[in-house]
Each structure stands twice: as structure tokens, then as C-alpha cells.
């Protein structure tokens, strides 16, 4: 006679030579032991003017965040990297939804988009500062003029990939043009936007702070050019620790929201 | 209620340097209440006529009007169960009706094609059986006059495919609405339709007239020996073997 539940019973899956061990979040630990073994190791072999060990970093960063300066400068540079996201991310999802909707505008604005995404970064920030003066506006316009292009052509290229099947069907039922695009559009449209969103996101961060090395008087950017012009590596490690450390942040707040919008993907296992 | 008249329909799609001629000089009458069949090889146009007669696709040629009052209220069911991946099955079906209707709603209407509890499901979760079935509740839901279907069950494996045609009857039989229904399948369309419009291609156009319903009354039996001989005499028909009498 056969045992049926004997049957039914699969061998288990090979879990590795080490189980229990490497799991996914020790080799996440592991992973940035050993790069902070690296910085260790590093400025254990180099001059601390060139290269500061983690704990005096910390230390200066603690010093920094006590006295308010870390605080102020930080909020001054996220304030202006969130007003040129936003704008970025507003203007560039309209532009890029209509050049990808109408062939004749993105034949029309094709040597605009090549200009926006060959620019070397460093002529918009020179330019903005020559016609606006050196103020926020010309540093937010120019962060934003930064980012917008790689928007638009990501947002251009989901408008394209829309299913033409899924349009009929909202034609097929009629539905109210408002309706299509909130349930039929959008949400095809959402990868890209959350894609182009933490690439532009991590963009502006990083570009804010040749805008404030190039002329500013606040920000991180600026203090990162104080502390190079008195030799603080410290000072530097210091800032570009913090503001590493906010895009980190961000970047996995940002996974949680995208798992969050597309658990409808994941199929269930039965 | 509602019928349709075709007449002199054809449809021409630009190439590069002719034209496709996919249709041609198309004349149909669908009876209010009528179930027919278009059947015919793959790129004989069934689905481009279907597409013009449900107002998908306009014609070159001809014209299509509805009888009886003014313009119907029409379903539609694709080769694919086409849901919206993103949203649940619940909100699949509001989806083509006013976004106010009540839950209880659609969930009666789930229950009916099998899929109670189910509601809170996205697509993705189902099997493709189990998408068709809500595909097939979001088409009726909206108490169409006139159903379209585009090879509903040719992707399915055949057993669910014999369950949902049962279905798809019983809930016919309850409405009483107009069919037309694209198939390549000669068994199906004569177990299903009042009346089979057998097409051939280049260019597309009606055939054979087979009316199934004089002479094998509601309800059938897949198994009837002789609608088995009839779907076999319709598969001679598409082989070029003359007409069946």
C-alpha cells in the first residue's frame, strides 16, 4: 500500500553550507562591516589630514549637530533640493506624458532633450548664477533645469509602453476620460514615476552641492567648500557623512512606498 | 432591446505601397436577442468585424446600424481576460459602472460566475480561468442589449472553457441579449449560437449562413452526435470543401 503522506513530503531545499547564518540581513551587517573595516584600515595607512578615521568623523559630526551648524546647513540644501525635485518631477511628468502621447512635440522638442541631457552640469549652474545673480533662485532653477530632462524622457518613453489593449477596453465601456486616466493611466505610468523619482531625487542631492561649492553661502555644499579651503578633511567627511546618510534614508523610504503601491504584482502562493 | 444591421461594411488598412484589404462589401442582420457565431480561419477579418459592428474601429465602407431604441448598451469580452492589474476584481467590475456602486453589488454578481469571496483578489492572484470568469461578470454587470466576444475561451484549457460556455448560456438564456461571438472552434459555434456566419479570407467576407438553431433547439448536449457531424461538415467548409447542405 502507498503512503500517501510519505509521498507528499519534498525534500527540503539546500539552505547553503553555513543555515542560519548567511541570511539575507546578516549579510546586509556584513556588508557594511566590512566597509567600514575599509575606512578603518584606510586611515589607519593614511595621514589623518587626508583621510580621518570613523570615530574622530563622528566625533566632529556630533560636535556639528550640537552647536546647530550640521542642522541649519542640512535644512537649508534639502529645502532646496525638495523645491527642485518637486518642480522637476511636476513639469517633467507633464512634458513627458504629452511629448510620449504626440509623435510631431517630441520630434519638437528632440534637440531640446538631447541639449538638457549633454549639458555638462557645471555650464547650467555658471549660467543660472550669471543671469539671476548668486541667490536661490538661480541655484534652485538651474538644480531644476538639471533634473528635468532625465524626467521628461523617462516619463516620455512610459507613455509610450501604455497597453493599447487596456485603452480599448476604457473605450469599449466609454468610460469618462478623468476615470481612464486615474485608473487605467496613472497606474502605468507609476513605475516610472517612482523609478525616474528616486534617480532625480538622488541627482538633485548630489548636484545641489557643486551649486552651493559654485555660489552659495549656506548649505552643505557650502560648508564642504569651507573646510577644503582650511585643509579639514574632517570637516568634509563630516558633511558628505550627513548628507549620505539623509539620502539613505529617503532612498529606503522610498522602497517601502514602491512595495506598498505594487504589492497588486505579487502573486500569492498557494 | 437591440439588433444590428450591417450593410456593404469593408475595411481597408494603408500599407506602404497598397492597401490591406481586410473586409469587403460585409451585409448582416442580427435579430434582437440573437446569439451568432462568426467563425473562420485565423486573418479572415472576424475581429475587424467585430470591432466595427461594436464601434471599436470604424469602417471604410458601409454602414452599421442598431434596431430598436437609440443607442445600446454594449459588453465586451477580449481573447485575454484584459483586467486592470492593479486593482482588485471587486474594483474591476466597478470599473464599468458608476464608481459608486455598492460592494454587495458586485459581490452577487462574483458569487454567480463562481468567484464569492474572491472580490478582495488582485488579478494576479487568480488563475486565467478564474480572470475570464471575472471578465465574463464585468461584460453582463452592465445589463448589455448587445455582447461582444472575441474568442473568450480559446486561451483556456478545455475543461474550463466547457464550464464557462455553460455558464455563458445559462446567464444568455436569464438576459436574453444579442451575441455575436468570434470563434475558430466549428464545435463551438454550432453548440452556442442561433446562427453561424462562416467567413473566408482575402479579403474577409461572410461565406455560409448555418442556422443551427431550426434544427438543434436549447438546450444541447456538447455530446449530440449530430452536432458533432454538423461541426465536422463546417470544418469541411473551411477546408474548401464545398457547402454544406
Known amino acids: 500500500m502507498i503512503d500517501r503522506d510519505a509521498q507528499l513530503e519534498y525534500p527540503r531545499r539546500a539552505e547553503g553550507r553555513f543555515p542560519g547564518l548567511l541570511t539575507g540581513g546578516s549579510l546586509r551587517l556584513l556588508s557594511l562591516l566590512s566597509l567600514l573595516g575599509a575606512w578603518v584600515v584606510g586611515a589607519a595607512l593614511l595621514s589623518p589630514n587626508v583621510l580621518p578615521g570613523p570615530l574622530e568623523t563622528l566625533a566632529f559630526c556630533w560636535r556639528e549637530l550640537r552647536s546647530g551648524e550640521l542642522t541649519f546647513h542640512l535644512a537649508v540644501t534639502m529645502r532646496r533640493v525638495l523645491i527642485a525635485f518637486g518642480l522637476a518631477m511636476v513639469l517633467g511628468t507633464v512634458l513627458g506624458a504629452l511629448v510620449g502621447a504626440f509623435k510631431p512635440l517630441d520630434k519638437l522638442l528632440g534637440a531640446w532633450l538631447v541639449f538638457g541631457l549633454t549639458l555638462p552640469r557645471i555650464v547650467l549652474f555658471v549660467m543660472a548664477y550669471l543671469i539671476f545673480g548668486l541667490n536661490d533662485t538661480a541655484a534652485v532653477a538651474a538644480l531644476t533645469l538639471t533634473v528635468l530632462p532625465t524626467v521628461i524622457v523617462q516619463l516620455r518613453e512610459g507613455t509610450k509602453a501604455l497597453d493599447p489593449k487596456l485603452l480599448e477596453l476604457s473605450r469599449a465601456y466609454r468610460r469618462p476620460p478623468l476615470l481612464v486616466w486615474r485608473q487605467v493611466v496613472f497606474p502605468q505610468l507609476l513605475p516610472f514615476v517612482v523609478g525616474t523619482a528616486r534617480g532625480a531625487l538622488s541627482l538633485a542631492w548630489k548636484m545641489v552641492v557643486l551649486a552651493e561649492l559654485l555660489g552659495r553661502t549656506s548649505g552643505v555644499g557650502y560648508q564642504i567648500a569651507f573646510y577644503f579651503q582650511m585643509f579639514n578633511m574632517t570637516g568634509i567627511l563630516a558633511y558628505g557623512l550627513a548628507m549620505m546618510l539623509v539620502l539613505a534614508i529617503i532612498d529606503v523610504s522610498f522602497s517601502a512606498l514602491t512595495e506598498r503601491a505594487f504589492r497588486w504584482r505579487r502573486p500569492l502562493r498557494f | ?245
Open chain 2, 1 to 245: 432591446m437591440a439588433g444590428i444591421v450591417a450593410r456593404g461594411v469593408g475595411k481597408h488598412y494603408p500599407l506602404a505601397k497598397t492597401d490591406k484589404l481586410a473586409l469587403s462589401n460585409v451585409d448582416l442582420n442580427v435579430q434582437d436577442g440573437e446569439f451568432i457565431c462568426l467563425l473562420g480561419p485565423s486573418g479572415c477579418g472576424k475581429t475587424t468585424l467585430l470591432n466595427i459592428l461594436g464601434g471599436l474601429e470604424p469602417a471604410s465602407q458601409g454602414t452599421v446600424r442598431f434596431t430598436g431604441v437609440g443607442d445600446p448598451r454594449r459588453g465586451y469580452m477580449f481573447q485575454e481576460p484584459r483586467l486592470l492589474p492593479w486593482l482588485s476584481v471587486r474594483d474591476n467590475l466597478r470599473f464599468v459602472l458608476d464608481q459608486r456602486t455598492r460592494s454587495e453589488a458586485l459581490d452577487s454578481w462574483l458569487k454567480r460566475v463562481g468567484l464569492g469571496g474572491y472580490g478582495d483578489y488582485f488579478p494576479a492572484q487568480l488563475s486565467v480561468g478564474m480572470q475570464q470568469r471575472a471578465a465574463v461578470a464585468r461584460a453582463l454587470i452592465t445589463e448589455p442589449e448587445v455582447l461582444f466576444m472575441d474568442e473568450p475561451f480559446s486561451a483556456l484549457d478545455e475543461l474550463t472553457a466547457l464550464r464557462l460556455r455553460d455558464e455563458l448560456l445559462g446567464l444568455w438564456h436569464e438576459r436574453r441579449c444579442t451575441v455575436v461571438f468570434v470563434t475558430h472552434n466549428p464545435l463551438e459555434a454550432v453548440y452556442l449560437a442561433d446562427r453561424v456566419l462562416v467567413m473566408s479570407p482575402s479579403p474577409g467576407r461572410i461565406t455560409q449562413e448555418i442556422r443551427v438553431g431550426e434544427h438543434f433547439p436549447r438546450p444541447r448536449e456538447l455530446e449530440d452526435a449530430a452536432l458533432w457531424r454538423l461541426s465536422r461538415g463546417v470544418v469541411g467548409l473551411l477546408m474548401g470543401e464545398g457547402a454544406l447542405t
